[in-house]
């Protein structure tokens, strides 16, 4: 797997606000997609995840949706708070014998909140 | 939940020199693990997989001969950087696969300076 992208978008959110942070996947064959939020000079961190046989899944104010129609997966977050800032990664997997688990990253996000 | 430990967090080298990063898996064990590379502002570069007691396959540009990378344990992996160059300078971060589940867990990463 290879990353891609080479800049950073960026999305500004009001203190309060929800979230809706977006991610388009490459491999059609991909199954498990993952969101990961990583703070500045730390590695990434597991926030949600969900597999191809969903289209929905919520954790603790976070919701992941997948719309395999047109392989897109979105993280939304509600009444950000400031120590939601960070850059989040979408991250998908294809079955082990197409990828031998490596992960395929998107480009990622940063999240800013406004106070 | 699983925890992988990666040290050193920061290190400073100087051209020429080699320089090891540890990362090791706490409370599980870790058959495959992934070495990645990323520059400011981008995404997470694969560089090698690792499996314990074999060699690791790296990804196509990364030299073998420069990232050494031994997975001798099934809860220690290193990378080691050889005769580092200033364009080596970068984050490194390791992740363990944890389980069946398709698990992910990452190091907290490494800030690598050659000066």
């Known amino acids: 797997g290879e990353s891609v992208g080479l800049h950073l978008p960026t999305l500004s959110v009001q203190e309060g606000d929800n979230s809706i942070i977006n991610c388009a996947y490459s491999?059609?064959?991909?199954?498990?997609f993952i969101w990961y939020k990583q703070e500045s000079g730390k590695g990434p961190q597991f926030i949600i995840d969900?597999?191809?046989n969903m289209d929905k899944r919520q954790g603790q104010r976070v919701t992941v949706l997948l719309n395999k129609t047109v392989k897109h997966l979105s993280l939304q977050i509600a009444a950000t708070q400031p120590g939601d800032s960070a850059v989040y990664f979408c991250?998908?997997?294809?079955?082990?014998?197409?990828?031998?688990?490596?992960?395929?990253w998107g480009a990622g996000t940063k999240l800013i909140i406004k106070p | 939940g699983a925890v992988v430990s990666q040290h050193p967090s920061r290190v400073i080298c100087k051209s020429g020199t080699s320089v090891k990063i540890e990362c090791r898996s706490l409370?599980?064990?870790?058959?495959?693990m992934f070495w990645y590379r990323q520059f400011p502002k981008q995404s997470l570069m694969l560089m090698a997989t690792?499996?314990?007691?074999?060699?690791?396959?790296?990804e196509q540009g990364v030299e073998k001969d420069k990232f050494l990378i031994n997975h001798a344990s099934l809860t220690l992996s290193t990378l080691t950087v050889t005769s580092a160059h200033p364009e080596d300078s970068s984050f490194y971060i390791c992740?363990?696969?944890?389980?069946?589940?398709?698990?992910?867990?990452f190091g907290s990463g490494t800030r690598l300076t050659v000066v």
């Open positions: 992740s363990a696969l944890t389980g069946a589940d398709y698990g992910y867990t």
């Open positions: 991250a998908e997997n294809a079955p082990e014998w197409d990828s031998n688990y490596q992960l395929i």
């Open positions: 969900i597999r191809s």
């Open positions: 409370d599980f064990q870790a058959t495959t």
């Open positions: 690792s499996n314990e007691g074999s060699k690791a396959t790296y």
């Open positions: 491999n059609s064959a991909s199954d498990y």
